[in-house]
């Protein structure tokens, strides 16, 4: 059914789809109306779940963990200065290999205090062991958060995800959503049954002390399962196409067939960089846009055989690695030189604590990549 | 794609209006979307809210700086400092302005095929007794003139619109819509 929502309002709503029993959240700018939205379903009886108010987003997280261990679908919300509170337990959700779903809307870091959006929340804990999935728009966010638990849930992979959607130009955006019917989502995501769980019945450890004998291998094991992750996210997002009629998989490519300048991006400047694509072509400028829709595990292959045939690869990252360069444009890089590509590359920082990126500013980062030195990071629009 | 930029005063419920346009051009059968500037609200002080309606998939997600449509809730807005109120607007763009006075009051009418229309959005507001008569709440009032200018949304999909976005005071509001679209000039 197709209705009007924010995007707040989509990861509540993709939460209630994918039947989760269990939401421990605390509210924080821009995230606070998906909390709302879920205890208001929650206490109208629309949601069959149990809602724990708590004092912090650490316990959010340490409760969602207690309830998953249990074997029981969780779902948290945060932000920013939130997740960065969760930091301790987003490591042992991972590492405990619980398939916690979690919205983060991807807000600035404080201090000059922001509520704007800005990547560089969810960048600084990239290696916590969650799979990082990056919205575009409204549809995705709903979409990725069923399609997470499917992932996450795989035997093969356990593991949490976390799905990403800008502050404001998602979280309080309206757009068309279709919803999907809970019957139709059952027969895609069944109950979660876990093979191991605490059990009273059936006593385990958990989280026990280990040496230098095993824990090497709990990391190599979470290796595999990244790798497995990869294949299966590719899987689910067309088992998702065929069921639903919307594709998704971890990159997106767009008129990157004959492009000269590729346009790396991800979130919402992807959307607005397909609409710069379509406005530069009219101006004779081969430019393409590969989106990356997924952050971790990371696309490697898909994004090489993307950027293969490119002249320049021009990464936007609002994001920014202190003391080296955009998170994404490093590893992006890292990606083409193991395949031996030697592409001029451009690391754009832009859009950073909410500075709008519109379609004048890619104009004017596709101007900049096509007369600047490559292989450098730029500031887009500083003051100065 | 049209895109709509709406300026007002906080209080006023622009963000509502931008709201309700959207979702009666998805009754409509239309794709949209519609947003607030993402500032720190504060009553009285300037705000702009946006729409955009389209027949295909909307992909862009910024701010409008090139609107086809401009909507002034607060005639004062009009010259005020630090408020360039016709920035951006297309060639031949239309401007409803809620105000007493004709279009032909207004200096840019007619230059550059900009056209205005004005409707006393604060009266028929008063009369609806929508919010105080100090401050009345012309959000729901003025779409029903944006949808007599631009034909952008029929007048039934606001009146559903509202009914479905406003939680009290539905039919009033409605009523006022009504009005302006009956009115606008």
């Keep these: 059914m197709k209705t009007v929502m924010n995007g707040d309002f989509a990861a509540s709503y993709g ?88 919205a983060n809307v991807n807000r600035a870091v404080a ?34 958060i069923l399609m997470a638990y499917k992932i996450a849930e795989d035997n093969d992979v356990l593991l949490p995800m976390m799905v990403n959607l800008d502050a404001f130009f998602l979280s309080h955006t309206s757009e068309v959503v279709d919803l999907i019917d809970n019957d139709k989502a059952k027969e895609f995501l069944p109950a979660y049954d876990p093979e191991y769980k605490l059990d009273p019945k ?71 960089a397909k609409e710069s694509v379509d406005r530069l072509r009219k101006e004779g400028k081969k430019v393409g846009n590969l989106k990356i829709r997924v952050f971790r595990p990371f696309p490697a292959e898909q994004i090489i055989d993307a950027l293969k045939n490119a002249k320049r690869v021009v990464v936007i990252d609002r994001d920014y690695s202190y003391g080296n360069e955009g998170a994404f444009y490093t590893e992006i890089k890292g990606a083409l030189y193991d395949a031996n590509l030697r592409i001029d590359t451009y690391g754009m920082i832009a859009g950073l604590g909410g500075r709008d990126v519109s379609t004048t500013v890619i104009k004017e980062i596709v101007e900049k990549a096509e007369t600047s030195e490559p292989n450098k990071t730029y500031f887009i629009g500083v003051k100065k | 794609m049209i895109e709509i930029r709406l300026h007002g005063r906080g209080g006023q419920g622009a963000v509502k209006a931008a709201e309700i346009l959207a979702r009666a051009a998805f009754y409509d059968g239309k794709v949209v979307q519609s947003f607030p500037f993402f500032g720190v ?56 302005i809620n105000s007493s006075k004709k279009p032909e009051d207004f200096d840019f009418h007619g230059k550059n095929g900009i056209k205005v229309f004005t409707v006393d959005a604060t009266k028929i507001a008063i009369e609806h007794k929508l919010g105080s008569a100090s401050a009345p709440i012309v959000n729901t009032a003025i779409v029903g003139a944006i949808a007599k200018v631009t034909g952008l ?32 000039k």
């Design chain 1, 15 to 102: 939460a209630m789809t994918s039947d989760v029993k269990f939401v421990a959240a605390y509210p924080i700018t821009p995230q606070t109306l998906i909390v709302e939205k879920l205890s208001e379903l929650v206490a109208d009886g629309e949601l069959d779940a149990s809602f724990v108010k708590v004092e912090s987003e650490h316990s959010a997280m340490a409760a969602c963990i207690g309830a998953q261990a249990a074997g029981i679908r969780t779902f948290t919300a945060t932000s920013s200065q939130g997740l960065l509170l969760m930091c301790e337990v987003l490591h042992w959700a991972a590492r405990a290999r619980l398939p916690i779903v979690l």
């Design chain 1, 111 to 144: 201090p000059g205090w922001s509520i704007w959006a800005d990547a560089q929340d969810s960048i600084s804990q990239r290696d916590t062991g969650w799979m990082q999935v990056y919205a575009e728009n409204n549809q995705d966010v709903y979409d990725s």
């Design chain 1, 202 to 272: 059936n006593p385990r450890a958990f989280g026990a002390l280990t040496s230098p004998e095993h824990y090497f291998e709990f990391t190599y094991k979470m290796f595999e399962a990244m790798e497995v992750a990869k294949k299966k996210i590719t899987q689910v997002g067309k088992e998702f196409g065929d069921i639903f009629g919307r594709y998704y998989d971890m990159t997106e490519s767009y008129k990157i067939d004959d492009a000269e300048t590729v346009l790396v991006t991800f979130g919402t400047i992807a959307g607005t």
């Design chain 2, 41 to 96: 609200e504060r009553r009285g002080a300037p705000v702009q809210a946006f729409t955009r309606i389209s027949d295909d998939v909307i992909r862009i997600h910024s701010y409008i700086y090139e609107p086809d449509v401009l909507v002034v809730l607060d005639p004062t807005l009009i010259g005020a400092e630090g408020v360039n109120i016709l920035d951006g607007l297309q060639e031949n763009g239309k401007v409803v």
């Design chain 2, 153 to 184: 949304v029929t007048i039934g999909s606001v009146k559903k619109a509202i009914f479905d976005t406003i939680p009290r005071y539905q039919e009033k509001n409605a009523a006022a819509a009504e009005a302006t679209f009956n009115q606008v």
